[in-house]
């Protein structure tokens, strides 16, 4: 199984940036989806998740209304859109699958891509 996470970058403050994971070597249809991220010092925080079959969409108060997930079946690809981005949203980002409905915390997610750093300037 692999996740690989891309599409990170360094932006202004308002900016938006499109994060794109490509999944392969897993039933991808069968899996639970999400977006953590890690700042130094931090517990890895989930901001966005997406049910198997599209659904039971989460989002953290952080970043409800601005970010938004979306998932491909027929591309493997689960992506995060990022509009307004604040300096707080400077993280490495995962990408991250689990067959755990609800899952949440970090131990929770089964298999994670390699983290894409997002940095964000006022």
């Known amino acids: 199984v692999q996740l690989q996470a891309s599409g990170g970058g360094s932006v202004q403050f308002g900016d938006s940036l499109t994060l794109s994971c490509a999944a392969s070597g897993m039933a991808f249809r069968s899996y639970n989806l999400g977006w953590l991220r890690r700042t130094p010092g931090k517990e890895h925080e989930l901001i966005a998740r997406?049910?198997?079959?599209?659904?039971?969409?989460y989002y953290a108060d952080s970043v409800k209304d601005r970010f938004t997930i979306a998932r491909d079946d027929d591309e493997n690809m689960v992506y995060l859109q990022m509009k307004g981005l604040k300096p707080e949203d400077t993280a490495v980002y995962y990408c991250?699958?689990?067959?755990?409905?609800?899952?949440?915390?970090?131990?929770?997610?089964?298999?994670w891509g390699q983290g894409t750093q997002v940095t964000v300037s006022s």
């Open positions: 991250a699958a689990s067959q755990l409905s609800g899952s949440f915390y970090a131990y929770e997610w089964d298999y």
């Open positions: 997406i049910g198997w079959n599209g659904g039971h969409t």
